[in-house]
């Protein structure tokens, strides 16, 4: 009987033991708000931000919203990439807190959550605002780890400014901070097969200049090639067009504040493509980089003339047969050519983008553009010889 008494008492024990355990987990949610958003209102705020100040040791980078665009404010106001921008704001809105840290300054070193200006600090500090001054999110972001149980997300430890509590949260933020990665860093994006010739200007009067006459002739053609003269690699004459292909600057001034416009080029430029776009690229010598400011045109007559070439090349290539010798390797092209209205629009875009801006590219592009043609040539000593003594 005493047996079956300490029985039931040793159970009733360990059922409140096993209540009092939930309710103090369930209290300790509530208080704590362990899975809930750490800014809570943002999320439908988003449309309202203004300013983004985002600080990591001297590094500070200022995304400031004019006219519902995007600018870098440390790089003249230059517009920034609108998808990193709202990459940054959606994860900084969807951050869930996962549970309480220290909140003892002698231990935020051990979490990266010290002051950004302190002494071997980490940390990077982000500050939303709405308005002029409404602070929508204002925290110091420490150490970060792969999320449990989630391998698309990360931990992160975040102090937010002012409160002493840090906390381990859960999401998704950007990985690089740097300034120069907050830039639309596009020039220009052409199709290879768009291009049909490039001219360059150097400022002692040399022309290089190369082309081609059919979209789907893979090398470009040196203008003006004598009898002992002869292409070093056709890669090395084909680069001077492919580099415009895909350009992506490193960085940007403002004309206003350079007077480099005012000097001549070191060299200039000059894209046509097969529809008539037009882009001038002139570049200026500025210690041992290049700045080169861009504009384009619609050339009309260009258009007009390739447009008639490459109808008449499609009509010969339908009505060509298998046994056709005189049209057996004529190559066939696909390229569609865009119309007058489409290339004007490009065009309009374009100059929208360069006006006022000069870019610096990697070195490597610059050179690859600014070949001479003595750089590109493989010359046949002998019959230079022979050429001479006549």
Known sequence: MRNSKNIIILAVVTILFILAALFNRQSSHEITGSGNKVFPELFSRINDVSHINLQQKEDTTTL??????WLVKQSDNYPAAVNKVRELLMGVAHLV???????????????????VNADDSTSKQITIIAGKDEYLADMIIGNEKPARGDTTKLEYYIRETNTPLTWLVEGTLPKQWEPKIWLDTDIISIERDRIQQVRVTHSDGEVTYIHRDNPETRDFTLDSLLENEKILAPYE??????????????????????????????????????????????????????????????????????????????????????????????????????????????????????????????????????????????????????????
């Not at 400031?64 to 665009?69: A, C, F, P, Q």
């Not at 057996?328 to 801006?357: C, F, H, I, S």
């Open 237 to 390: 004459v084909n680069n001077i067009a492919t580099t415009f292909t895909t350009m992506r600057f490193e960085s940007v001034v403002s004309e206003a504040n350079t007077t480099l416009s005012s000097q001549q080029p070191a060299f200039t430029a000059v894209l046509t493509s097969f529809d008539g776009l037009e882009i001038t690229m002139q570049s200026y010598k500025e210690g041992d980089n290049y700045l080169s400011r861009y504009s384009a045109r619609y050339n009309e007559p260009h258009a007009k003339r390739y447009k008639e070439a490459l109808d008449t090349l499609a009509t010969e290539n339908e009505s060509a047969t298998p046994t056709d010798d005189a049209h057996q390797n004529m190559p066939k092209t696909n390229l569609q050519l865009k119309d007058a209205l489409a290339v004007n629009a490009e065009v309009e875009n374009y100059n929208k983008r360069w006006k006022g801006w000069l870019y610096q590219l990697p070195n490597f592009r610059n050179v690859n553009i600014s070949k001479r043609k003595v750089d590109l040539l493989n010359r046949n000593k002998e019959k230079e010889e022979i050429l001479r003594s006549h």
């Open 64 to 69: 400031i919203k004019e006219n519902e665009v």
């Open 97 to 115: 807190r996962v549970e309480p840290k220290t909140q003892k300054p002698e231990n935020y070193a051990k979490l990266g959550v010290q002051d």
